[in-house]
């Protein structure tokens, strides 16, 4: 009774009903399903053989910036895996490219973004794109995806947080411990918050486009907000994060997954930030994660990505316990905690999906 | 009338009466004091102009093989901040070169450990080393470190726990992912196993020969446990812990602090491994962290070393926030949550010190 009203109050709350019958959009909308949908994050990357046949002839970013090479590459897992969504071959910096700074690619380094912004003057040099013109090819692929896909699965499309975001911009490159971006937060709270004001603004602009452009889902990955203090997530993140959400064209018709990695100890202000499911990492139990941010929301996690190095009966017990700890209850969609590693056995990951396709069949 | 049964009970558990009576100790003890007790992981380090004296004219390990060098870089954070305790200048892969690794570290990229361990071959090459004998220059640091120190304040021998050293002896360098670790860890667990039986002998045996040196209390620095979900900490490291907790010699005289580093998740379990005193990171408010490991221990931390970047008033406001978290309650030993970062402005961290003296004068 509890769940049928529950389903029924969202049903009412969606302006336009999903003309699609999806199974992963009905359990972000907490509707109930025949099974657990699945798709898992970097799904579509390096652990793929189709994948690297692609790679070897082009970039990571002319892969990105390539709408046909990204279609083509954001269905590979479609096919290979038969997860239950696509989520578009992108990455969170071109977002942070289009805002006046340069990216590269390192092999074996990572993002490099030129010129780091570490003050109030930095800030004023970056710029808020207009996505559906800066980021065409954003879009582009988004069309070209929806098109290929043909309606077997929902497209999510994507958007860094914020706070991961300025980190990348403040770091100029991955960090561990976020010496210059929390120097920035402290020091310069003027600045920092400028900052964030500016990335804010172009994620809500970006994603609205892409929801425009065919996006029929989408995740915000803040993926590096685990190295704040509760209150520093409160005073610095959190207006910001409830800003995008009251923002978004589409709320309440388009589900959006927020994804808040390591946030195990402030998990109630992630869901205070918003979002129609909250995505959680392996440090947390699911059933403790979902209990601590309501039942009023959607639950995606969340298994561990290198226990996919082991042996598969030790996957399979781990897929049942995280599917026994969501329970019945309709709203959980399965997934990694984090990205699919690079060196993952391909087939392992073929396996995974099966599991849970087979496992969680009501 | 509780804090004095309890005072009073870990008084008659304690074999021997400390001679000297130390804030510090009395704090890890959960006893009475005037005022809380602080000292910061990393105190003797970079950010410090005299250490940066000493080490333009020697490598970072000779500072830590060289017993006079070691005491003289102990013995500043005490000269220049005035903090509670000393903690012996050295690295926790000491233990592990004295296992058989060749040990180097790069300037601007960490330590690096030669022909990482990744099967049982691997495993049955490490030699559990006597530590009188193999880290003679480790007891003879800690022995001319007392004699310096002239009973001023304590001195803090350690030693990195189980899991986070075998992470080094696996990846052979510092990890974000712990991609080689889990693998092991996850496919091959009685090589995993077998790795951390034997290191946790040679942690035991390290850590009971620095007490026998003159060590008036030990930590335990388990800095990336933090990467594995709560199961896998129980199932994978808390026995190794446990065991390490039942074997120390001085157990109940010599107070052990366990940090376990963004462990916020599974505290319960680290509380169940053991420790006098629970070291915790800023990611979980002091008070939440001490209800949830129980009051029958002490508890250490916990602000984010990064703050000491913000302005006087703002660190202010943060350590008042610590000590306001921690209350009345006996048992609190104030530190970071982590080291304290090479870049800090020093006087911010001679401030810092200052400040937790004066505002929590009883």
Redesign the interface.
């Known amino acids: 009774m509890e769940n049928f009203k529950s389903s029924l109050s969202n049903f009412l709350l969606r302006r336009h009903v999903v003309s699609e019958d999806h199974l992963f959009l009905r359990a972000c909308w907490r509707e109930d399903v025949e099974r657990t949908p699945v798709w898992l994050m970097r799904q579509a990357g390096r652990y793929m053989q189709a994948y690297q046949e692609v790679r070897a002839q082009h970039s990571f970013l002319e892969m990105c910036r390539n709408p046909r090479l990204a279609a083509q590459v954001t269905l590979q897992p479609v096919e290979r895996l038969g997860v239950d969504a696509a989520i578009l071959f992108s990455d969170i910096l071109v977002l942070v490219e289009a805002m006046g700074m340069r990216l590269e690619f390192q092999e074996g380094f990572g993002p490099r973004l030129h010129k780091p912004v570490r003050s109030m003057d930095g800030v004023d040099r970056l710029r808020v794109p207009e996505a559906e013109k800066d980021l065409a090819y954003v879009m582009e692929a988004i069309k070209l995806t929806r098109e290929k896909l043909r309606g077997r699965v929902p497209l999510i499309g994507f958007s860094g947080a914020p706070f991961t975001l300025a980190s990348y911009v403040i770091e100029g490159q991955s960090s ?4 210059f971006t ?2 920035m937060m ?2 310069q709270p003027e600045a920092f918050n400028a900052l964030m004001e500016k990335i804010t603004s172009a994620v809500i602009d970006y994603l609205n486009a892409q929801v425009r452009a065919g996006a029929q889902a989408l995740q915000i990955f803040d993926s590096w907000v ?1 190295c ?5 997530y409160e005073r610095y993140v959190l207006p910001h994060m409830q800003r995008i959400f009251a923002s978004l064209d589409a709320r309440g018709e388009v589900p959006v997954i927020h994804f808040a990695n ?1 946030a ?2 402030f998990l109630e202000k992630v869901r205070v930030a918003g979002g129609d499911v909250i995505g959680v990492d ?4 699911l059933d ?1 994660a979902w209990r601590r941010v309501g039942y009023e929301v959607g639950i995606q996690g969340n298994l ?1 990505p ?2 996919l ?3 598969l009966e ?1 996957i399979e017990r781990r897929v049942r ?1 995280i599917l026994d700890k969501a329970g019945s209850r309709p709203g959980h969609i399965f997934n990694l905690g ?1 990205g699919v ?1 690079k ?1 993952t056995p391909e087939e392992k990951v073929v396996a995974l999906v099966k599991m849970v396709k087979k496992l969680s069949a009501r």
């Open positions: 561990r411990i976020f010496r929390k120097e402290f020091s685990g704040l203090a509760p209150d520093d390591q195990a100890t392996w440090r947390i139990p403790e561990d290198l226990a190095f082991a042996p030790e316990d984090h590693h060196d």
